[in-house]
């Protein structure tokens, strides 16, 4: 399946009601009004932070490859009556009829690039989007391999009267070299007349932050800041969970 297809079907579903955080608003609220309006969200799902720096009155943009996401966002955002603009577009195809002071990531999302090409060509577009003073934030994570005894295991939650949805690992491979892992993954939706099954393969590639900084500078971006999350200071190569402020290089 094309990555940019995951998210469809009872996938999306699943993801709002079994996902295992939530992303505060907070971090992002600060850098847009940090670094200035307009702002765009890549990978902004369901609406989440979203919606809640439109409800804050940020004039804020929002952009996903899932289809299915993007018009479960715009449904949210009716429902909440926020204003916002949300498309439907591939990271590495962004092509937006306007520029953005702030451009960020809730989440690591650029880990769903599957491959460094994959990521460059998005770095450039993202750069192309950017105003020339704007900046872009973007988490990375470099993943552990899934517990042997996760795998097979399910997580399951309540999706009205008689409904169940599961999600279930069911095998992974971890490839160092490639920095990739592949999760295979089954989600259910079981009711009363039936199942409904949609198999995925879950694909992270990540980033250090060696060979970040060598993707920005070829994609016409410097680092302004990268900052490891856990300890709130410069990340070194050993971060497994950091932000990374660019942008455009003069």
């Known amino acids: 399946m094309d990555p940019a297809d995951f998210y469809s079907g009872i996938v999306v579903d699943a993801y709002s009601k079994l996902k295992s955080e939530t992303f505060e608003a907070g971090p992002y609220l600060e850098f847009v009004r940090a670094q200035g309006e307009p702002g765009l969200e890549i990978g902004c799902g369901d609406g989440v932070p979203l919606l809640e720096l439109c409800a804050a009155g940020l004039d804020v943009d929002g952009v996903d490859s899932s289809l299915d996401m993007v018009?479960?966002?715009?449904?949210?955002a009716t429902e909440r009556g926020v204003r916002t603009q949300v498309f439907h577009q591939r990271m590495e195809d962004l092509s937006l009829d306007r520029r953005y002071a702030s451009i960020y990531l809730a989440g690591p999302t650029f880990n769903l690039l599957a491959d460094d090409e994959t990521a460059l060509r998005a770095l450039v577009a993202i750069r192309?989007?950017?105003?020339?003073?704007?900046?872009?934030?973007?988490p990375l994570w470099v993943p552990d391999p899934t517990p042997a005894d996760e795998l097979g295991v399910s997580r399951t939650t309540d999706d009205g009267p008689g409904v169940e949805l599961r999600y279930t690992p069911l095998s992974e491979s971890y490839d160092r070299e490639q920095r990739t892992r592949i999760t295979t993954s089954r989600y259910e939706r079981i009711t009363p007349d039936?199942?409904?099954?949609?198999?995925?393969?879950?694909?992270?590639?990540?980033?250090t932050p060696a060979s970040f900084r060598r993707l920005c500078a070829e994609a016409g971006l410097h680092v302004a800041a990268m900052v490891d999350e856990d300890t709130n200071e410069a990340a070194t190569e050993a971060a497994t969970d950091f932000f990374v402020t660019v942008r455009r290089t003069p």
Do not use: K, P
């Open 71 to 76: 018009e479960r966002c715009r449904r949210n």
């Open 128 to 138: 192309a989007q950017l105003t020339d003073d704007g900046a872009a934030l973007i």
């Open 194 to 207: 039936g199942t409904e099954v949609a198999d995925r393969e879950w694909i992270i590639h990540w980033h």
